[in-house]
């Protein structure tokens, strides 16, 4: 059985490789496919940090609508990215890289960013959501400890907040926890409910 | 590997059925067994209510102290709470209860406190962590369907925020997420270092 009645005319489109937005969508209770298209993901040098998250899910959706999205079809895109000290952080490029993002967010708080585009042949919404974490100082042991035995390579800010790191070095979140994840399921909720 | 050197002396207890709590202290990363025993979780009626979940797991670790531990055994408890307007949610008696428990929590803030003592031979320590939760307004459709689907009659306050009403209805977590679980792993695994 699936809540939102109004979402079965669609078949609805996760383009996105994250088993754990994947994870996040299941979790809403709706059934989708995954279809993934490449995407240039770079962003104007000078564009606001709170922008560039929902301009990546625009450009992500942007990919379908050229080619023809068919009546009855429904694409939902979405790009996470972590912003400290109002610089944002991508995915790390080595474990050097991945120790040098962990040491510049232990003991203060970064914004996780999530910007999400839903896309029909009618119309397009998008929107973004923002979350704070706070990390507690992390040593050098504890981030070693993380990074040889979980590798955060595919990750944004270089940690999964549902992993070992998370559960010991994470002592607040204000806003919602799925949005540090990489979907911000209530508001996506809310949106696919007045779609 | 174990990161806590200090606990490789320790067969540790967690003393909780909650197949939650046990998979947060496996997110720790330390091994540990299951063994319960029965308490009687009533608490003084003119209690604070910020005194009861931490009331609780004493409560629960003396049920051990009385039966002499051995010298290379730590015991774990913990008790989670739920508050809104100045009540505590227990778990729900039947689905009707479940009812009036969302209803009562929809379109507002609540708290969830988790009281946890560790105890061995020679010490105990006993703290407790508060989260502050905010639900959108749920309607009557949502709370029946989610009654009906996952039966939380186990959970004080009558849900699980790891569940489909944690994604679809909460919109806003201040605190630790792991403590709205069952467990503030974070807080824990600061005691555990320094035990």
């Known amino acids: 059985m699936m809540m939102l009645e109004n979402l079965k ?9 994250s088993p754990r937005r994947q994870d996040l969508l299941k979790g809403i209770g709706i059934d989708f496919q995954i279809l993934t298209k490449d995407v ?6 000078r564009m606001s940090v709170f922008e560039v998250a929902p301009y990546l899910s625009v450009k ?3 990919a379908f609508e050229e080619n023809e999205l068919p009546d009855n079809y429904m694409v939902i895109t979405a790009d996470t990215i972590v912003v400290v000290d109002d610089k ?11 120790r040098r993002m962990l040491r510049l967010m232990s003991g203060k708080k970064h914004s996780v ?6 896309l029909t042949k009618e ?34 800010g270089a940690y999964g907040v549902q992993e070992w790191i998370g ?15 990489g ?5 996506l909720y809310q949106m696919l409910k007045c779609f």
């Open 9 to 17: 005319k669609f078949n609805i489109i996760l383009a996105s490789k």
């Open 40 to 45: 240039d993901e770079s962003y104007p040098e």
């Open 60 to 62: 992500k959706a942007k």
């Open 88 to 98: 944002i952080l991508g995915k790390p490029k080595d474990a050097d890289d991945a």
């Open 113 to 118: 960013i999530t910007g999400v585009t839903i």
């Open 123 to 156: 119309k397009s919404k998008t929107f973004s959501v923002t979350s704070k974490v706070s990390f507690d100082v992390l040593d050098e042991e504890e981030i070693n400890y993380y990074i040889n035995n979980y590798k955060p390579m595919d990750k944004a």
């Open 167 to 181: 559960y010991i070095g994470v002592n607040y979140v204000e806003g919602s926890y799925f949005n540090v994840m």
């Open 183 to 187: 979907l911000p399921t209530q508001k």
